[in-house]
């Protein structure tokens, strides 16, 4: 059964960066793509960004410019580098893995989460002061 493990999160001041990690452990599917969502108190979920093991990329457009998902396939890992983090940032963040959600519809997901995805992590909190 496919796990992930995220971490990295903490507290920052406005202007920071911070870089979450995602470490994977029984997936054994040969294309899938792995991706960051993130859930505010009081706000809806909403897709960050996501990654396909081609490599290809989708940033939803509140990120776009500041944050950098990567993957690196010898460590099983996942990434998510933020940069110039503002309060609006601050949320739990959740790494998930899925071979048959199509890249393109990852950041405007908005459907289940439970027995939804391959896997889902536990999430990361990531704090943003002002």
């Known amino acids: 059964q496919a796990q992930l493990v995220e971490s990295g999160g903490g507290s920052v001041q406005a202007g920071g960066s911070l870089r979450l990690s995602c470490a994977a452990s029984g997936y054994t599917y040969s294309y899938y793509c792995m991706g960051w969502f993130r859930q505010a108190p009081g706000k809806e979920r909403e897709g960050v960004a996501a990654?396909?093991?081609?490599?290809?990329?989708s940033y939803a457009d509140s990120v776009k410019g500041r944050f950098t998902i990567s993957i690196d396939s010898a460590k099983n890992t996942l990434y998510l580098q933020m940069n110039n983090l503002n309060p609006d940032d601050t949320a739990m963040y959740y790494c998930?893995?899925?071979?048959?959600?199509?890249?393109?519809?990852?950041?405007?997901?908005?459907?289940?989460?439970?027995?939804?995805?391959?896997?889902w992590g536990q999430g990361t909190l990531v704090t943003v002061s002002s």
């Open positions: 990654i396909d093991t081609d490599g290809n990329t």
């Open positions: 998930a893995a899925d071979h048959r959600l199509i890249l393109g519809l990852w950041v405007g997901y908005i459907g289940p989460t439970s027995n939804a995805f391959d896997a």
